[in-house]
């Protein structure tokens, strides 16, 4: 019996970026970093034979009225092919919202804490992992 509904054809990261204007807000940021939080937004266009380009956003931000911030952010691009028994629009939405999500979390949160480390924070961890079947259940109840 298969389980896996679709195929991950390519997976990349689209865009990367780490501001952080000065060694004031560097200073700033060091000491509240661990106040960042970390936000996902997920979009999906369909492309030709059944396939599916996934972008997905990690930002880490404060999200606190301070004048001095760092922004990290990366798009990270999935490219899927949804098998031919997949028809209904929810299953579709499952795969791209969470099944897909789910197998390239890992990869995602190194790079964003490659980024992060290599931004000059090296202490940062993310301690819970996302859990995409519980945000996707979330949406719909």
């Known amino acids: 019996m298969k389980t896996e509904k679709y195929k991950i054809l390519s997976r990349f990261i689209k865009d990367l970026s780490s501001e ?6 560097y200073l700033f940021v060091k000491d509240r970093i661990a106040k ?8 999906s266009k369909a492309l030709k034979n059944k396939m599916v380009e996934i972008n997905t956003t990690f930002k ?25 028994d997949v028809q209904d629009k ?11 999500q789910t197998t390239i979390y890992p990869h995602m ?3 964003l804490l490659d980024l992060l480390h290599n931004s000059g924070f090296p202490g940062v961890k993310f301690e819970k992992k996302v859990d995409f079947e519980n945000l996707y259940n979330q949406r719909f109840n």
């Open 36 to 43: 960042y939080q970390l936000g996902i937004d997920i979009n």
């Open 90 to 100: 929810k299953e579709l939405e499952k795969i791209i919202l969470c099944d897909a």
């Open 109 to 111: 949160e190194k790079a």
């Open 20 to 25: 952080t204007p000065d060694i004031e807000t």
């Open 60 to 84: 880490f931000e404060d999200r606190e009225e301070n004048k001095k911030k760092s922004y990290f952010e990366i798009i990270y691009t999935t490219i899927i092919k949804i098998d031919d």
